[in-house]
């Protein structure tokens, strides 16, 4: 496995991520059930390559008017065309281009909301799965505005003409290890408060020294494994099983050192672990492999930027040149710290507070004098802004878009995301996120080394599984691996 494939994994997990984060603000805090969080995603992506391709926009009046001669008969309206397409401008910088996105996508919300969230819940799922069809139908059909199934390509992309020279790979990787130092000591900090969520007392902080040498640890054996091949003839899912134990033994010994260096920096801590409620075990498991894959996302990160490690002059892993998706992956880092770290300020304010009474009661809320039409309203507008951004991104990191693209399976699976990781707990679905990405990607590595069915089965083999997981997942911890089940919403 190369370096530019953990890059476009982590892209595609943080994306995700992204897109679900708004999702999550909806569902999970204001209790607003959307089903078609997807359009969103299309309005943001298709505006923010509509602004940045060179002339599309400007000549979108010239396009309508081909494909519908008869406003050519109407001569008002070709005039007033025509002049439009002098004013437009032939092209609109990125970051413009995107907030105008997620803006729009806003303005979808606000057209959706004001129609229907004044009625009970299933009028907004039911409408909002059938706007997300009429978007996605309205991108097949309008070729003027959308290019149809053909399709868009060649647009601008960010950093793509970037030469980082070494103060700049600099830059960027000492901002990558501040987000990266951050988010550890931030969900360290959560998770060591933990306990007491469930009464207990806190687990002591020493204990983050030895964790974080242990990520590490396994991290760095990890990648360096990458580097291992066999030579000796066996069958294909034979190898891949070996190699793994060959992986996993390399991890072993850090992992190890890390674990009695955990116990070794606290007193008492097996009596302190021995204490603590089931939860607080499973959070740390759950944490532990999230950040896990987190340090070797970094790690991919990192090294395709333009790090390259040398032993003796000999090459052994990573790039001395900069790629475009690392560059695209550093700079969508950036934007879901930024987002993440704006929303738990929300969140925890007095207006995020109102959201969450609005899901438990929004009679209640009403009783204290809260207009709880246009704090819904405001909660899925900047959710679906949210969608726009991340619809950027998805577009950027596809290179190529078409409505194809844009199904209802991508809001399901922002579901999936959600439900697996809490609802109501960003970091949650954070989690989610790397979960249900690694589940895809292992899966489709080792499944067809191990089941005799064809690519179509294989498929539908893994989506059952997957479903067949959040079947147990529910009867056992229906309010998902961080989330509070006193929190749920659905069958209220």
């Known amino acids: 496995m190369e370096v530019g494939y953990f890059v476009s994994l982590a892209l595609f997990t943080t994306i995700y991520a992204l897109f679900s984060l708004g999702l999550n603000l909806q569902w999970g805090y204001t209790g607003l059930i959307n089903f078609g969080h997807i359009a969103f995603m299309t309005i943001g992506a298709y505006t923010t390559i509509a602004l940045t391709l060179p002339n599309f926009v400007k000549e979108m009046p010239q396009r309508l008017m081909e494909q519908y001669p008869v406003i050519e008969s109407q001569a008002w309206l070709a005039s007033i065309l025509k002049g439009l397409g002098d004013i437009l401008p032939e092209q609109v910088p990125i970051v413009i281009a995107v907030m105008i996105g997620a803006g729009l996508a806003a303005l979808l919300g606000l057209a959706i909301g004001t129609s229907t969230l004044r009625l009970r819940e299933d009028y907004l799922s039911i409408v909002t799965i059938g706007v997300s069809e009429v978007v996605r139908l309205v991108a097949v059909n309008e070729e003027w505005l959308t290019r149809g199934p053909r399709g868009v390509f060649n647009y601008p992309l960010p950093l793509a003409k970037l030469q980082p020279n070494l103060f ?30 469930e009464g207990h007392a806190p687990l002591s902080p020493a204990l983050f020294v030895g964790y974080v040498i242990c990520l590490i640890g396994v991290a760095i054996c990890w990648w360096l ?11 294909s899912y034979l190898q891949e099983l070996v190699l793994l ?17 955990v116990y070794a920096s606290c007193r008492q801590t097996v009596q302190q672990l021995r204490a603590q409620p089931f939860n607080t075990h499973l959070s740390l498991l759950t944490v532990t492999m999230g950040m896990g894959l987190v340090v070797m996302f970094f790690g ?7 790090f390259e490690i040398k032993l003796l002059g000999i090459h052994i892993i990573g ?29 925890n304010s007095p207006w995020g507070r109102v959201l969450t009474s609005i ?3 929004e009679e209640v809320a009403k009783a204290l004098g809260k207009d709880v039409f246009r704090y819904k309203l405001q909660s899925f507008m900047l959710g679906g802004a949210i969608a726009g951004i991340a619809g950027s991104f998805y577009a950027w990191q596809l290179t190529f878009i078409n409505p194809d693209g844009f199904i209802p399976l991508l809001t399901f699976q922002a579901w999936i995301i959600i439900v697996a990781g809490g609802a109501g707990n960003n970091v949650g679905t954070l989690l989610g996120a790397g979960i249900f990405w690694a589940y895809n990607e292992v899966t489709r590595f ?12 294989l498929g539908a083999f893994r989506v059952m599984v997957i479903g067949l997981m959040l079947i147990i997942l529910m009867m056992w911890r229906p309010q998902g691996l961080l989330g509070k089940k006193e929190e749920l919403t659905l069958g209220r």
């Open 168 to 197: 700049i790979k600099g830059v960027m990787i000492a901002s990558l290890v501040l987000v990266l130092g951050l988010a550890l000591w931030r969900l360290w900090q959560w998770l060591l408060q933990q306990p007491q969520r």
């Open 225 to 235: 494994s990458f580097s291992l091949s066999l030579t000796i003839e066996m069958p």
């Open 245 to 261: 134990m060959m992986r996993l033994a390399m991890a072993a010994p850090l992992a190890i050192v890390g674990v009695v260096l």
């Open 300 to 306: 991919a990160l990192i090294m395709g930027l333009g």
């Open 319 to 347: 790039s001395s040149e900069y790629t475009y998706k690392a560059g695209l992956l550093w700079l969508l880092i950036l934007t879901v710290a930024v987002i993440f770290w704006q929303l738990e300020r929300w969140v």
């Open 359 to 361: 899901r438990e009661d």
């Open 446 to 457: 080792i499944l067809p080394n191990i089941l005799p069915l064809d690519d179509a089965r």
